[in-house]
């Protein structure tokens, strides 16, 4: 009955087994990837239940990540408590601003003016000292869990950062997957369908989406800050429309609208370029051949399979 | 001037848009009365779709105004309308196709009470607008229908589903734009049924191009050509009026009455 409860929670018990393998580099892509997992699944809240095709999704992302180095001493950890909350508001409330311009515009020009200011925050780092313009700046101590003299965790030692960062993850799901139940989250699920609709019922959609868009931003900050924590190290790049293009791709890889299918999409992008950059410098080239066939062959994405493979099962005649 | 009627509910005083050089709709009069059913009639091009738009908030006027209760709500949002008491129907069926019936009015339900910080609430434990909306189900004559699929029903049935969606928000002005059109003749009786059941209590705005439900619902009939209001009474005066009979003679649109 709750068969994909138990899939779900299996895949979580496996992931919490990585750091007892020991190795250690496995541990860190894994890290890595559960973060870019966090942001594609803010983006989703955006792109796969608003419908709102952002393109500058790595700005919040980078906002938080450059909040935190900014925060840290040069010689001392800052607190946990402190620089996450800071991060995360940060991205959020600069989601909020930047919500409130682009959210007068729809379609195509959503997307282009959703890049544009994503760049204009890039070049606020990229050439300004600020945040040691091009060449940015190290995270020298990760912030300390420290409370009142007790330390429940510590962000130095890999295996409690991992766990951290799986806890993380679950905790944006469940988060996510709550308010979508809501009432809120319905209306969301209700402008991606039909927005006009949404206005002549009574609903100012205006808000709706700005909220939306202020809350995956604050969610992809969750991301950025957890970066940032991981590699000690930002760089402008972190805002640039690279990333922005790259957690787009990993959402619709995935299959938008589909929480589980933007985490499989981050596993997905990230094992594609550790395989093929491997094999050749001309990586790039292979994983758009890939993301090219995975449109034209599996429209819903990887979240789709399942699905997929139930219909060929039965004889393709149900669909449920 | 005020509105004359006790029952007035939405007044639209000479409403009038402009498309460029294109008076779509020029100084155009209604009064809709709670417990009345008003038609708006005319050819292909004569202005409804523009006045019911205007009425609806999803087009502003030009010039003149548009009163609710007296209220003047000229420069009212489509959503700021719907909050007030004005629901409509869109003449090219508007729903959320994927979602269940349900859901569609579930949600029609729910913008009465909307409680967006509630991120934590869950929309299906909220028993009354699950009640509400099952009870519009029920009256625009969807009952048993709730747990399908809202765009694999007929066509006719997704006509219906507008009606209940409209009564989810509690309006007390229906604007139904076409809401018979594509119907076969059992749909359609069964349409106008629920339309004289709404009457009662509502003011209902009625574009429509299915003559003989006209004359069989409507108390008041309003004739437009070419963006002005022609002629404006009773069905029997409208029935009897030269004008009238002149502006749709070589129509394809003749009236068979």
Not at chain 1, 52 to 80: C, Q, R
Not at chain 1, 136 to 142: E, F, L, R
Not at chain 1, 159 to 176: E, K
Not at chain 2, 76 to 97: C, D, E, K
């Amino acid at each position: 009955m709750r068969y994909d409860l138990v899939l779900k929670l299996a895949a979580v018990g496996g992931l919490a087994l990585v750091p007892l393998s020991g190795a250690d580099f496995y541990t860190e892509l894994i890290a890595k990837t559960l973060v870019l997992a966090i942001f594609a699944m803010s983006l989703d809240l955006l792109v796969g239940y608003t419908g709102l095709v952002s393109l500058g999704h790595a700005a919040y992302f980078g906002i938080a990540a450059y909040t935190v180095a900014l925060m840290s001493p040069k010689y001392e950890a800052a607190s946990l408590w402190l620089t996450m909350p800071a991060a995360v508001g940060a991205a959020a409330l600069a989601a909020l601003v930047i919500g409130v311009f682009v959210l007068r515009t729809k379609g195509i020009y959503f997307i282009m003016v959703t890049l544009a200011f994503a760049q204009m925050a890039f070049y606020a780092f990229h050439d300004t000292p600020l945040g040691g313009g091009s060449d940015g700046i190290y995270v020298n101590m990760k912030p300390t869990a420290e409370i009142a003299g007790f330390m429940p965790f510590d962000l130095d030692n890999p295996t409690h950062l991992y766990y951290f960062i799986l806890a993380m993850l679950v905790l944006v799901y469940l988060f996510v997957g709550r308010v979508l139940q809501s009432p809120f989250g319905r209306v969301l699920v209700g402008i991606k369908s039909n927005e006009h609709r949404m206005q002549s019922l009574g609903y100012v959609t205006f808000r709706y989406k700005l909220a939306a868009f202020a809350l995956a931003g604050g969610l992809g900050g969750i991301a950025g800050y957890l970066y940032a924590v991981v590699f000690g190290f930002v760089t402008p790049e972190l805002l640039s429309w690279h990333q922005s293009g790259n957690v787009l791709l990993m959402v619709i890889l995935g299959g938008m609208g589909n929480l589980v299918g933007a985490i499989a999409g981050a596993f997905a992008f990230v094992a594609m370029q550790e395989v093929f950059s491997a094999w050749t410098k001309h990586w790039q080239l292979a994983m758009g051949l890939v993301i090219v066939a995975a449109v034209l062959f599996l429209p819903g994405g990887l979240s789709a399979i399942p699905a997929r493979i139930k219909r060929a099962l039965q004889g393709g005649s149900a669909n449920d | 001037m005020t509105d004359t009627h006790h029952a007035a509910l939405l007044v639209a005083e000479r409403i009038t848009r402009r498309f460029g050089g294109l008076l779509a709709n020029q100084d155009v009069c209604l009064t809709l009365e709670r417990g009345k059913l008003h038609a708006l009639l005319g050819p292909n091009g004569a202005g409804k779709s523009t006045c019911i738009n205007m009425l609806s908030g999803d087009l502003p006027p030009s010039s003149g105004q548009i009163r609710y209760q007296g209220r003047d709500i000229t420069g009212l949002t489509a959503a700021q309308r719907s909050q007030v008491g004005i629901g409509r129907s869109y003449q090219r069926t508007n729903i959320f196709p994927k979602f269940t019936v349900l859901e569609n009015v579930r949600l029609a339900a729910q913008s009465r009470r909307q409680q967006p910080w509630r991120i934590f609430s869950q929309a299906m434990k909220q028993q009354w607008a699950i009640d509400k909306a099952l009870a519009c189900i029920d009256e625009a004559g969807l009952a048993g229908r709730a747990e399908r699929t809202a765009g694999i029903l007929s066509h006719g049935e997704q006509r219906q589903l507008e009606i209940a969606m409209v009564l989810a928000t509690d309006a007390q002005v229906l604007l139904l734009d076409e809401p018979l059109a594509g119907m076969g003749s059992d749909e359609s009786a069964r349409m106008v049924e629920v339309l004289r059941r709404l009457r009662e209590t509502r003011a209902i705005l009625l574009v429509e191009h299915d003559m003989d439900a006209v004359f069989a619902v409507a108390d008041t009939i309003t004739v437009m050509v070419n963006g002005q209001v022609l002629e404006s009474g009773p069905p029997a005066q409208i029935k009897a009026s030269i004008a009238v009979q002149e502006a749709y003679l070589g129509q394809e649109d003749t009236f068979h009455v």
